[in-house]
């Protein structure tokens, strides 16, 4: 994840997300951007990452391309969730939409991997609770 300080932006590391809970890599970033904020981080807590994700929705910005940080293999772009009126059924409905971007190095992850992502991605944003087990 990347956080913005004073200082310029800096790249916490949440390590083994994969082996964590939501609750758990929620509550660990949040105490992440916190130190971060208050340049108390540790080298080894900012070196070492494979993926970044870079919000920028809570400023209103609906997408932007994300620059990976090397030695990172991608980085994912989110922005704001929007309203959006979408035609179904006898007549229209508010739905809403969240466009995210990812930029990956196809020198380490290959175009439909990264394809596979997003889809995966999707699925689990539309269906929350597929991410409970």
Same mark, same amino acid.
């Given at each position: 994840?990347?956080?913005?300080?004073?200082?310029?932006?800096?790249?916490?590391?949440?390590?083994? *997300? =994969?082996?964590?809970?939501?609750?758990?890599?929620?509550?660990?970033?949040?105490?992440?951007?916190?130190?971060?904020?208050?340049?108390?981080?540790?080298?080894?807590?900012?070196?070492?990452?494979?993926?970044?994700? /870079?919000?920028?929705?809570?400023?209103?910005?609906? &997408?932007?391309?994300?620059?990976?940080?090397?030695?990172?293999?991608?980085?994912?772009?989110?922005?704001?969730?929007?309203?959006?009126?979408?035609?179904?059924?006898?007549?229209?409905?508010? &739905?809403?939409?969240?466009?995210?971007?990812? /930029?990956? =190095?196809?020198? *380490?992850?290959?175009?439909?991997?990264?394809?596979?992502?997003?889809?995966?991605?999707?699925?689990?944003?539309?269906?929350?609770?597929?991410?409970?087990?």
């Amino acid at each position: 994840m990347a956080v913005a300080t004073n200082d310029g932006l800096i790249v916490p590391v949440i390590f083994d *997300a =994969d082996q964590k809970r939501m609750r758990d890599i929620s509550a660990e970033a949040k105490e992440l951007a916190k130190r971060a904020r208050e340049r108390k981080l540790k080298p080894e807590e900012y070196t070492g990452s494979t993926f970044s994700i /870079s919000n920028l929705g809570m400023f209103g910005i609906d &997408q932007f391309t994300a620059i990976i940080n090397p030695p990172e293999v991608g980085i994912l772009a989110v922005g704001t969730a929007t309203d959006v009126v979408v035609p179904g059924g006898d007549g229209f409905t508010v &739905q809403k939409r969240l466009r995210v971007t990812m /930029s990956c =190095d196809h020198r *380490a992850v290959d175009g439909a991997v990264g394809a596979e992502f997003l889809r995966t991605l999707r699925r689990l944003i539309e269906n929350p609770l597929m991410l409970v087990y």
